[in-house]
């Protein structure tokens, strides 16, 4: 609840183990207030969150471990990309190793040393990809990820992100208003509308489905 305003009425969702799941609505819909519930940013008014089986609520709230940087910001603005996140449970002495493996897996291996500003929009975006898989969480929580983007780039960055996911298995919810980008990158489609979940559906499901009775847009 914000104030007077009921975000989100009542959500029971199970997120699937290595599953892409996208939170699809027009905006207001509530998608991003989902989110946050996920990585409970904010308080709840009720019900519970579990994640891997484990309620959020027995974590400690001064460092969430399920927070993942928003995808449309860099999280350490003044520093250079390397910095400012280290990878879980690896070795101080393979810790650059691991970065540099991921800054090449996100081709930005020559980029190491650059400051966000010296970035363009997608490179700026593949950077953020990269900190949220060293920081390796058991969720990864994109908010609006390709929004920024031009139509090409954003094609180019779905491609980059449907492969990072399969090789890196990493269970992710994504929101997005984006119909095109959620049938493209999601096992499944959550379809978010006035605070409540409307449907939950395959990509193939939700098509034909919504192809019969007037395909809505957002
Ligand atoms: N910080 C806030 N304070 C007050 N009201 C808020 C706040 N954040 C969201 N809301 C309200 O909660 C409702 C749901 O917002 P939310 O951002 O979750 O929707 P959304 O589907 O993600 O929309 P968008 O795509 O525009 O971000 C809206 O009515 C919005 O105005």
């Known amino acids: 609840m914000y104030g007077a305003i009921t975000a989100v009425k009542d959500l029971a969702l199970t997120v699937r183990q290595g599953e892409f799941l996208t939170i699809l609505g027009p905006s207001g819909s ?15 008014s009720e019900g519970d969150i579990l994640i891997g089986g484990r309620s959020v609520a027995a974590v400690p709230s001064a460092r969430p471990r399920h927070r993942v940087p928003k995808l449309r910001a860099i999280p350490a603005p003044n520093s250079p990309p390397q910095f400012g996140i280290s990878p879980r449970g690896v070795k101080a002495s393979e810790r ?23 970035l363009s929009g997608d490179q700026q975006q593949r950077v953020a990809l990269a900190l949220a898989l060293i920081a390796d969480p058991p969720v990864l929580l994109l908010d609006e990820p390709l929004g920024a983007l031009d139509r090409n780039l954003r094609e180019q960055m779905q491609g980059e992100i449907k492969s990072l996911h399969k090789e890196f298995g990493i269970t992710t919810v994504c929101v997005t208003h984006d119909q095109e980008e959620a049938l493209t990158l999601s096992d499944r489609v959550v379809v978010m ?6 449907q939950v559906d395959t990509p193939e ?14």
């Open 205 to 218: 499901a939700l098509y034909d489905r919504r192809r019969h009775c007037s395909w809505q847009t957002f």
């Open 193 to 198: 509308r006035g605070g409540v979940i409307e």
């Open 96 to 118: 650059a190793n691991c970065v540099d493996r991921i800054l090449k897996r996100v081709h930005l291996k020559d980029f190491g040393g650059r400051m966000p500003s010296q």
């Open 30 to 44: 509530g998608k991003s207030t989902a989110l946050i519930l996920l990585a409970r940013f904010i308080s709840r």
